[in-house]
């Protein structure tokens, strides 16, 4: 059975079973959000069943005034949207886990060699509009090298494309299970 550890993790679960039974996402009002959660901020949903990926869905800039909202919207959309995973079928949900990492505020990188890949996510971005984002530490501990060219390949971007000719940004996330 699930057991949530956060409110986060709640959230999302409760949004999920909401959507398989009904068909429907259940927003809440600002009046009925607590304090924490009114935030305006980003976030990424993660479904595991076991140590297997069933979905993960997010954005890096906010959709929803508040984070509540944003985390019924990705918990849902990683459940039954996510186009690199099957959809949650109802007899997987209580073998599921679910992690929600809450994102800071994407900042420019200047110089590469700052990056911290246990401690940053990357977005790279080139001038045709292609973008590739990793989550900070998503496979362990790698290279800076190894997480701009898993975050290349991830938003398509042409792997010679020199990176002086890329926007790359940084962020930090906050982990709730």
């Known amino acids: 059975m699930f057991e949530p550890n956060t409110v ?8 999920i079973l909401l959507y398989l039974k009904t068909g429907k996402k259940l927003f809440k009002e600002e009046s009925e959000i607590p304090p924490a959660l009114k935030l305006k901020l980003a976030c990424y949903v993660s479904l595991y069943s076991g140590n297997q990926l069933k979905g993960r869905v997010g954005k890096t800039t906010p959709t929803h005034q508040h984070l509540y909202n944003e985390i019924i919207e990705n918990a849902v959309a990683a459940a039954f949207d996510d186009q690199k995973a099957d959809t949650l079928k109802e007899e997987e949900l209580n073998n599921i886990s679910i992690v929600v990492d809450v994102l800071s505020e994407p900042k420019k990188v200047e110089d590469v060699s700052q990056l911290k890949p246990e401690k940053h996510g990357v ?8 973008r590739g984002l990793l989550l900070p530490n998503v496979n ?9 060219e898993d975050a290349r390949k991830q938003g ?12 790359i940004y940084s962020f930090t996330t906050t982990s709730y299970q």
């Open 140 to 148: 362990g501990s790698r290279s800076v090298e190894v997480i701009l």
């Open 8 to 15: 986060y993790a709640k959230i999302a679960y409760d949004a």
């Open 123 to 130: 977005i790279v971005e080139d001038d045709e509009g292609r």
């Open 156 to 167: 398509e971007i042409k792997p010679d494309t020199p990176l002086d000719q890329l926007h």
